[in-house]
C-alpha cells in the first residue's frame, strides 16, 4: 500500500502496536506535504517514525499495557471518552518512559478505549514516537495553536467527556482547549485518580525504585570520598552525580540518562532541605547535608544525611541525636494499616518532648515512583497531619525528619535522615536504603 500524505497531516504507516511487537519500518516519512511557501505554512501536523521503536529501558510491555488496561477500565466506569494528560508524571507513566522536556511548548497523551497517541513539538523530531509505546503525533510551530488541532484531530467524534489534570492544566490552555472541541464535550478532572493508581506500585516499579535507591547510596559514598577541607560544594556534588549516572547506565543500557542531580550543602546552606548547591568551601567541624537523587528514566529516589567534617560540636550532636531518634521511631511506624496523619501526629509528640517541634521544616515522609524536582508529586501519600491515607501493601514512603536551628543559636543548622521503605505483600517492610545514619557513622574524618 503505498503511503499518504495531506496539507493537514502526513500519514505513514501506523507503528507497531506496542514497542515488543513487529518493528517493521513505515513507509519513510515526508516531514512536510510540500516545499511551497503556503503549503508549508498550512502543515498544522505530522507524523515523523524516524528510526526504530525502542524498549522503555526499565519496564516490560506488559508492565505498560497494564497500566494502560488500568485507565481504560476507570474510564469505562466512568464514562470518560478519553483522558488527555499533559503532566510529565502522568505522560511517563502511561507511556513506560517517555519524560518530554518542554522548553515553553506544550506535550501530551491522549488515551482513548482504541488510541494511545502520544503528542509532541517537531523540534524533537522521532524521539518521541521511539519511546511511545503506540502511536505519536507531531504538532508544527508556525500556525498558533496547532498543538490543539492535534488533539482535536486524534480525539475524533466522541460526544463523552474529556477527562484532564485540573491539578497541572492552567485555565489559559483549559478554556483553548474547550473552545477546540467540535463537539462541546465536558472536560472533568482525572488527575486525582491517576494519582491513585500510581500510589501502588508494580513489583517491576519496585524492582526499579530498589534500583535506583541503591545507586544513590553509590552516590553517597562517592560524596564520601570527595569529601575534604576546603573543596567546593559543588566538586563534591559533581562527584556524587557522576557516579550515579554512571551506574545507572550500567544498570539500565537501554535508558535514557536524565535528571539525576546532588544537592551538597555545607554550614547555613543546609537549612533549607532544596538549596542550591554553591561554590562555598567546606570547612572541617561544618553541619553537612547530602542530597542524592538517583533518577532512571523519570524514577525518583534519595538518600539524604546529615554528616560533619571531622567533628561535631556539642551542640549540634544533641540536635542531630534528637532527629535521629525520630527518624527510628518514623521507621518503626510504617507498616499495613498506618494513617499518613497519625504517624505525623506521634512524631510530633517526640519533637515536642525534645523542644524542637518549633524547628521542624516540612512533612515527615512522601510516596516514590515518577517524580523529580520539577514534576510530579504524589499527594495523598504524605507523612502529614492533613493526610488521612491508610498505608497499604505495594505502597513506598520514605522516612524523612528535618529540623532547622537558625544562625546564631546553639547547633545551627539543617539537619535531615531520609530513607526509603517498601510495604510488601504479606505486611513487612523493607528498607531499602542502605547508606548507614547518625553520628556513630557520618562525622567524616580525613
Not at 502511561?94 to 511548548?105: D, I, M
Not at 562517592?222 to 563534591?236: F, G, K, Q, S, T
Amino acid at each position: 500500500m503505498a503511503c499518504t500524505g495531506s496539507t493537514k497531516s502526513v500519514l505513514g504507516r501506523l507503528a507497531a502496536a506496542a514497542f515488543g511487537s513487529s518493528r517493521s519500518r513505515p513507509c519513510p516519512p515526508r516531514r512536510h506535504a510540500s516545499n511551497d511557501v503556503n503549503a508549508f505554512r498550512n502543515t498544522e501536523t505530522v507524523r515523523l517514525y524516524n528510526g526504530e521503536k525502542m524498549s522503555t529501558g526499565l519496564f516490560t510491555p506488559g508492565e505498560v499495557e497494564g497500566r494502560i488496561s488500568n485507565l481504560r477500565n476507570h474510564m469505562e466506569a466512568s464514562g470518560i471518552g478519553a483522558c488527555f494528560f499533559t503532566s510529565i508524571h502522568n505522560i511517563n507513566y502511561y507511556t513506560g518512559g517517555f519524560t518530554y522536556c518542554a522548553f515553553g511548548r506544550p506535550y501530551g497523551l491522549l488515551v482513548t478505549p482504541d488510541k494511545h497517541v502520544s503528542i509532541s513539538a517537531l523540534i524533537d523530531a522521532g524521539q518521541p514516537w521511539r519511546r511511545s509505546p503506540h502511536d505519536n503525533i507531531i504538532y508544527t510551530d508556525w500556525k498558533r495553536d496547532n498543538y490543539f488541532r492535534a488533539i482535536v484531530q486524534e480525539l475524533g467524534d466522541t460526544k463523552a467527556p474529556v477527562a484532564v489534570e485540573f491539578d497541572h492544566m492552567n485555565l489559559e490552555v483549559c478554556q483553548k482547549l474547550r473552545n477546540f472541541l467540535p463537539n462541546g464535550n465536558d472536560i472533568i478532572d482525572v488527575g486525582r485518580d491517576a494519582m491513585r493508581m500510581r500510589m501502588k506500585k508494580s513489583k517491576e516499579e519496585i524492582a526499579v525504585i530498589k534500583n535506583s535507591a541503591a545507586t544513590a547510596d553509590v552516590g553517597g559514598w562517592a560524596i564520601v570520598d570527595a569529601l575534604e577541607e576546603n573543596v567546593p560544594e559543588h566538586e563534591v556534588a559533581l562527584a556524587g552525580t557522576q557516579a550515579m549516572v554512571r551506574n545507572i547506565a550500567r544498570i539500565y543500557p537501554d535508558s535514557e540518562l536524565m535528571d539525576t542531580w546532588v544537592w551538597f550543602q555545607s554550614g547555613i546552606n543546609t537549612d533549607g532541605a532544596h538549596n542550591p548547591v554553591t561554590t562555598r568551601k567546606v570547612q572541617k567541624g561544618d553541619i553537612l547535608s547530602v542530597n542524592c537523587f538517583s533518577m532512571p528514566q523519570g524514577y525518583y529516589t534519595a538518600l539524604e544525611r546529615t554528616m560533619f567534617l571531622d567533628h561535631c560540636s556539642d551542640d549540634h550532636l544533641k540536635v542531630w541525636e534528637a532527629n535521629v531518634a525520630v527518624h527510628k521511631r518514623g521507621l518503626e511506624l510504617i507498616k499495613p494499616g498506618a494513617k499518613c496523619s497519625e504517624i505525623a501526629l506521634e512524631l510530633n509528640e517526640l519533637f515536642s518532648q525534645f523542644g524542637y517541634l518549633k524547628y521542624r521544616m516540612f512533612g515527615y515522609g512522601h510516596s516514590f515512583g515518577v517524580l523529580s524536582h520539577y514534576y510530579g508529586r504524589e499527594a495523598g501519600l504524605e507523612l502529614r497531619e492533613d493526610i488521612d491515607t491508610v498505608l497499604e501493601p505495594g505502597m513506598v514512603v520514605s522516612m524523612e525528619p528535618m529540623v532547622t536551628i537558625p544562625e546564631g543559636e546553639p547547633g545551627a543548622g539543617g539537619y535531615r535522615e531520609h530513607d526509603i521503605l517498601v510495604i510488601n505483600d504479606d505486611g513487612s517492610v523493607d528498607n531499602i536504603t542502605g547508606f548507614p545514619f547518625g553520628p556513630e557513622h557520618n562525622i567524616i574524618k580525613k
